[in-house]
């Protein structure tokens, strides 16, 4: 960008600058180091709200998912939302039961309804955040609420009653008052360490305290998270698959479908394991790995992949190639001795 100016003012504020924007090239490649940038500062909202909306079935999500991605497009909502399955809340609260679960690897349909119940969680949950002048986060609380009508309820939050709300010991282990307590932390720009606890789902022994101690404490994930226009009949062909094939494999689905910009969302499957058990850990690669190959056969590639997919290299980077082919040249220029994470998204 602008940055090669000795003097120029606004390096930080137009990224692009003059001539072709380079930027792109290190995310997600091993061609250098970043050793300099910017980050944008923001004023503390005058009013933060979150909302939280309940679907009951698979087709209610698709439906809300198309929904939202309509109110993006608006400009009624205009901050990442996030829909969850019960899985991915439930996993927050608790561990794996393996006092009392039919089968030591996954949960029955019935043995999920009876965590749903405990728990008061929906099978589809999607939070999101607003924040701004008062009267802003109204009106756009109720276009949602009015659009929302006869789909699903919206429940909302502000950023006062969640502190009034966490001070009640039953209010504050309820799932949706933590993810809303993560959620406004984000828009605080705090970190929250909530989602976290999840990663302990398939832990026997260890509950999660505080510090979190993942790595630690040997939990396991591999994290597949392919891309998918926001819409209910590109939903329901990733849902059928990822259902398919965690039953194949024998893992609970634990998803979330974050609406990333107007028209496109990422789906992010956690396939949690323990890696104390290499029976468990190779499972879980293999699980990873066909639901990769899977969704970039319908259509859905990945934003990102890790080292589980090596293999899958051939299918997501092919030698011929032409981009391949422009991408390993750029790797010659920039680090031709390949000193820098060799192999990284099959860059040689």
């Known amino acids: 960008g602008f940055g090669r100016f000795e003097n120029a003012e606004a390096t930080h504020l137009y990224s692009h600058g003059l001539g072709p924007s380079l930027d792109g090239m290190f995310s997600q490649s091993n061609f250098g180091i970043v050793v300099r940038l910017g980050i944008w500062l923001m004023p503390r909202p005058r009013s933060l709200s979150m ?3 309940e679907a009951r079935s698979d087709t ?26 019960d899985m991915r809340l439930i996993g927050v609260l608790r561990n794996y039961p393996f006092g009392w679960a039919s089968s030591q690897r996954s949960l029955s349909e019935g043995e999920r309804c009876r965590l749903q119940r405990e728990h008061s969680i929906a099978p589809w949950t999607c939070v999101g955040g607003l924040q701004g002048d008062v009267k802003i986060v109204r009106a756009r609380l109720g276009v949602i609420r009015s659009r929302c ?3 699903a309820r919206v429940l909302s939050l502000s950023e006062k009653q969640y502190t009034l709300l966490s001070k009640i010991p039953f209010a504050s282990r309820l799932a949706k008052i933590q993810m809303a307590g993560a959620l406004l932390n984000l828009q605080r720009g705090k970190v929250s360490e909530t989602p976290l606890k999840g990663l302990y789902w398939r832990k026997k022994d260890i509950v999660p305290g505080e510090p979190l101690l993942p790595i630690e404490h040997r939990c396991g994930v591999q994290w597949c998270s392919p891309v998918i226009p926001t819409t ?18 024998e893992f609970d689905c634990n998803v979330s479908v974050n609406l990333v910009t107007e028209r496109a969302s990422c789906c992010v499957i956690g396939i949690l394991f323990d890696k104390a058990s290499a029976e468990e850990t190779q ?10 190959r899977e969704a970039v056969r319908l259509g859905y590639p990945p934003y990102r992949v890790g080292a589980a997919c090596e293999e899958l290299h051939p299918q997501l980077f092919p030698e011929g190639e032409l981009s391949s082919q422009v991408i390993r040249k750029l790797k010659r220029v920039f680090d031709p001795h390949g000193v820098l994470a060799p192999g990284r998204y099959g860059i040689q």
């Open 283 to 292: 499972r879980a690669k293999n699980c990873y790995q066909e639901l990769t």
């Open 149 to 151: 009508k006869g789909l």
């Open 51 to 53: 909302y939280s909306i």
């Open 60 to 85: 209610d999500a698709g439906e809300l998912i198309e929904l939202l991605g309509q109110l993006r497009r608006e400009g009624v909502i205009d901050t990442a939302v996030h829909v969850l399955n």
């Open 232 to 249: 209910s009949a590109d939903f329901s062909r990733m849902i059928t698959l990822v259902r398919a094939v965690s039953h194949a494999y």
